[in-house]
């Protein structure tokens, strides 16, 4: 069940540079997207989120880009620094209905900025 | 600010005993969810809980498995009769309340590393 697909499992960038992270879904049920950072041994830790009535949602260095007729999304970190270092999860969700809207995550690709 | 905790932070046990796992979630958040990761896979979710009972579980949480909120800060994961499958990271997380057809995020905690041998 690959509901949320991030095909590249690993990214090298140049500190400085733009990284781009893709992610992409096959359920149409699901509305409200995330993009998680983690670092080993630790949670995952919340990055930014956009809605499916938006197509861009920028916060600082970070820009989530989605493309709902191509159900792809992507994460924009520019510039790039060498703490961005880490795994970046990928996950959706369906439109709160009153439930508790379980996330369901991708497979998660591995940045490293390089000095 | 405020942040999930989870402890213990590393739990080690012999196959066939039981174990609990605790979380304490942001304290004005009403969901509540477990995730866990098995090693070089992907977050998987377990379950989650609103207004004292389960809203959703995944196939993976069978009767080995429960979930209790024993007062108005905790929320537990019990595994009963552990198996080496059930090795894995566990994530607690928290969301609040939205209204008007919106979704919150949730927050996670640090994970508890359990360890079935």
């Known amino acids: 069940d690959q509901q949320v697909k991030q095909n590249s499992p690993s990214l090298s960038v140049q500190e400085g540079r733009i990284s781009i992270l893709n992610c992409d879904y096959t359920n149409s049920m699901f509305d409200y997207f995330l993009w998680y950072k983690k670092y080993p041994a630790e949670g995952p830790t919340f990055l930014i989120s956009?809605?499916?009535?938006?197509d861009k949602n920028e916060d600082g260095r970070f820009t989530v880009f989605l493309n709902k007729s191509a159900k792809h999304l992507s994460l924009h970190i520019v510039p790039s620094q060498p703490g961005d270092s880490a795994v970046y999860f990928c996950?959706?969700?369906?439109?709160?209905?009153?439930?508790?809207?379980?996330?369901?995550f991708g497979t998660g690709t591995r940045l490293q900025v390089m000095l | 600010e405020p942040e999930v905790t989870q402890t213990p932070s590393h739990q080690v046990t012999q196959m066939g005993q039981e174990v609990i796992l605790r979380c304490v979630p942001i304290?004005?958040?009403?969901?509540f969810y477990w995730y866990r990761q098995i090693l070089g896979q992907k977050v998987e979710f377990l379950v989650s809980f609103y207004n004292n009972e389960i809203s959703e579980k995944s196939e993976i949480f069978d009767d080995q498995f429960s979930v209790e909120r024993p007062d108005g800060s905790n929320f537990t994961l019990k595994i009963r009769s552990t198996k080496l499958e059930d090795s894995a990271m566990y994530f607690c997380?928290?969301?609040?309340?939205?209204?008007?057809?919106?979704?919150?995020?949730?927050?996670f905690g640090p994970g508890t590393r359990l360890t079935v041998l």
């Open positions: 996950a959706a969700s369906p439109l709160n209905t009153g439930t508790a809207s379980k996330l369901t």
């Open positions: 956009i809605s499916s009535i938006k």
């Open positions: 997380a928290s969301r609040r309340r939205t209204s008007g057809g919106s979704t919150d995020t949730q927050y």
């Open positions: 304290s004005n958040h009403l969901y």
